[in-house]
């Protein structure tokens, strides 16, 4: 009980932390949107903005981390403190020197970077494109130690410090853009230098948090630790599966980058609203059950691993679907209060919520995939996830060209091939972790889901009925706007939690409890 609760706790403090930050996120979006339109220049930023992000996941999140974690949690619990500190300045030193030689090459070899990723852009944009990589590239080494120092916090249980740190970006990025603007002329290379300051916060920031538990990274000179060959082995597998990952995002920015000037931009756009909910329950949850899962699989408590990756996943999914109606029912609402002012008009609004729906459609998936894929990783099996990630590769590009070209719905077809790709990943995942573990409740999980499909579909209902009280090609932002919106959402929000309580899940008690700060309530899974 006390582990489920700490888990829920965590996610929680995670989900608030990610919750502010993706408001952040927002109004940085909504400023670029302002000041830029969804254009050929916004679609230059966000090809050069992607790439250190992607390369994050290759040298840190997605790799790294998830074989860090297993590792340093089991060095922790059985050898203690002072030899998982030897690992930790063993791997940051390894680190260090990768991340500048790959940031030296990223932003010499830029032009031939942006070719692999947008080879379709106009020489204006292409150009554009390219010095404003030049300018963001250095984020992978910044970001890539903000990661491992996630890794090494989380571990010791501590989630606040890592989980306020993209917050920490945005406002630095909002903030150098503001201060750039009122001096000089706004210019989309003020949101590049932004995002430079934002990765310097956010690595300073982590400096007093391990400083406090003993684990400020130093230099060393002993690279040669066991624990950093076992892990360059499990990150082995795993970076196949980053690349496969950054592949997937890699063929879909092509096909956008031969599509209309804006394609880019608006699959940006729709990505960022719907890794709102990802980022506040997927991602929260996953970033607090790995150390958990990490442990049990140590100490061979199989049981207790099941237990705690049922409840995890009932949970998002609980929260997921209603989550996937709203997006798709309020669509254009949401474009249209969030984006639709400055240069951003209704044109742009119903683009952008096009693609919307084609990645709603999938939003449960990528949250299953989110939840599942950790469950391999704390077993230390990182080549499962690697195999079946590269089936959805296929799967995506292939579906992907069908649909965007061949079919001509353009970034319509980019995004609904991206769910479909995604809900084939989920499932074939949750498949195998329950062929080898061999416990999971299927049909109790099932039901569960099958309740929250129903409530969903009538607070979806509710919801439109709401929204049509609005003009919403109407231009700018408007009082009525909001308060539709924020009507519509609210009061399916209300509606759905109540009739999943009428229809007695256990999910809905959890959830209420946890917001009444019942923090203390027993799971509701059962178990320890």
């Not at 379709?120 to 120092?149: D, K, M, T």
């Not at 002329?185 to 400096?207: H, L, T």
């Amino acid at each position: 009980m006390k582990k489920i609760d700490g888990i829920a706790r965590a996610a929680g403090l995670v989900g608030l932390m990610t919750f502010l930050s993706r408001i952040a996120g927002y109004l940085r979006d909504v400023i670029v949107a302002y000041y830029f339109g969804a254009t050929g220049t916004t679609d230059a930023f966000y090809v050069a903005f992607r790439i250190p992000n992607l390369l994050r996941r290759l040298f840190a999140e997605g790799s790294l981390t998830v074989a860090f974690i297993p590792v340093f949690t089991e060095y922790m619990e059985k050898e203690g403190r002072e030899e998982a500190k030897r690992i930790a300045d063993a791997v940051f030193t390894l680190l260090l020197i990768i991340l500048v030689l790959v940031t030296a090459a990223g932003v010499i070899f830029s032009p031939l970077v942006i070719k692999l990723f947008a080879s379709g852009f106009s020489p204006e944009n292409f150009a554009l494109a390219v010095g404003l990589n030049r300018i963001v590239f250095p984020y992978i080494l910044l970001v890539s130690l903000v990661a491992l120092s996630m890794g090494v916090l989380n571990s010791l249980r501590h989630f606040f410090a890592p989980a306020i740190s993209p917050l920490l970006l945005n406002l630095g990025i909002i903030g150098t853009f503001l201060i750039l603007t009122h001096f000089m002329d706004a210019s989309i290379y003020w949101v590049g230098v932004g995002v430079i300051a934002g990765g310097v916060i956010q690595v300073v920031f982590q400096v007093p948090f391990l400083k406090a538990r003993g684990f400020l990274f130093g230099l060393t000179k002993s690279l040669s630790h066991p624990a950093v060959k076992r892990i360059g082995l499990l990150m082995t597998p795993q970076l196949f599966g980053v690349a496969v990952y950054n592949l997937n995002i890699l063929i879909s920015t092509q096909y956008a980058s031969h599509l209309p000037e804006g394609t880019v931009s608006y699959l940006y756009f729709a990505e960022r609203l719907i890794e709102f909910p990802l980022g506040i329950i997927a991602v929260s949850i996953a970033t607090a059950l790995l150390p958990s899962l990490s442990s049990y699989a140590a100490k061979g408590q199989r049981d207790r691993y099941v237990h705690d990756y049922t409840f995890a996943l009932r949970l998002m999914l609980y929260i997921m679907i209603p989550a996937l109606v709203g997006l798709i029912v309020l669509r254009v609402p949401i474009c249209s209060v969030l984006y639709q002012r400055g240069e951003f008009g209704y044109k742009e609004t119903v683009l952008v919520s096009q693609a919307l729906f084609g990645y709603a459609l999938g939003l449960w998936a990528v949250g299953g995939v989110r939840i599942t894929a950790p469950t391999f990783y704390a077993l230390k099996d990182t080549k499962t996830p690697v195999i079946v990630a590269f089936l959805s590769l296929v799967l995506n590009a292939s579906v992907g060209y069908l649909l965007a070209f061949t079919f001509d719905l353009k970034h319509i077809g980019i995004a609904l091939a991206s769910s479909c790709s995604a809900i084939v990943h989920f499932l074939i995942l949750f498949a195998l972790i329950n062929r080898r573990m061999g416990r999971i409740n299927f049909s109790e999980t099932a039901l569960s889901v099958f309740k929250a499909v129903v409530a969903s579909l009538v607070m979806g209902t509710v919801a439109w009925w709401i929204s049509e009280l609005a003009p919403w090609s109407s231009p700018g932002l408007t009082w009525l706007k909001v308060a539709v919106l924020l009507g519509s959402v609210a009061a399916a929000g209300a509606l759905y939690l109540y009739i999943t309580k009428l229809m007695g899940m256990e999910e809905a008690g959890y959830v209420w409890d946890m917001l009444m700060r019942k923090h203390k309530r027993s799971s509701p899974y059962g178990g320890d």
